[in-house]
């Protein structure tokens, strides 16, 4: 199964449209997983003309789109607990956040966005990835996604381009 990761997309104000570069990439997933900050509920629907969507909502969401999909869940996808948070807060952190928000629960990735920093790190045998942000790279050199890919066993990856549009 092949999975695209987008986070803090903050749409339509640091994009107006989907980037070309992250139409193309996610072009052959099954199913696309935000990590919150989409801001707007059109956004939401012009990522479900590229494929089925789950996500959680973030701090800059609003009602419309916490009540939709929550603040936190759980999925099993390939027989793997895959979790997603945004990761925002106090504190520590944005992945020390993200690990804090799964730690009493049984997860092999823990998904999570908030700092639009990519990051990919292995801790107690569970996953953290941030795909970084699609269209708000901020202090990154580069926007970014992921790809996870399920098969027997978990492969995360980050891809990167330089023009929003």
């Known amino acids: 199964m092949k999975i695209g990761i987008v986070s803090d997309t903050h749409m339509p104000s640091r994009g107006k449209v989907i980037p070309d570069a ?3 990439g996610l072009k052959d997933v099954e199913l696309i997983l935000h990590l919150g900050d989409w801001t707007q509920t059109e956004v939401i629907r012009a990522f479900e003309q590229l494929a089925p969507i789950d996500s959680v909502a973030g701090n800059n969401d ?16 390939g027989g793997f607990q895959i979790g997603m948070v ?5 504190r520590k952190t944005t992945e020390a956040r993200a690990w804090e928000a799964f730690k009493e629960e049984k997860t092999d990735v823990i998904l999570f966005g ?4 990519p990051f990919l790190m292995k801790h107690e045998g569970v996953i953290l990835f941030n795909p970084g942000s699609p269209t708000d790279k901020r202090r990154q050199p580069r926007y970014s996604y992921g790809i996870l890919t399920l098969t027997d066993t978990i492969k995360a990856e980050h891809f990167y381009y330089d023009d929003k549009s």
């Open 62 to 77: 609003g009602e419309e789109i916490i009540a939709r999909f929550g603040r936190k869940k759980i999925l099993n996808l």
């Open 22 to 24: 992250l139409i193309q």
């Open 86 to 90: 945004h990761g925002d807060g106090m």
């Open 114 to 117: 908030h700092s639009h920093v």
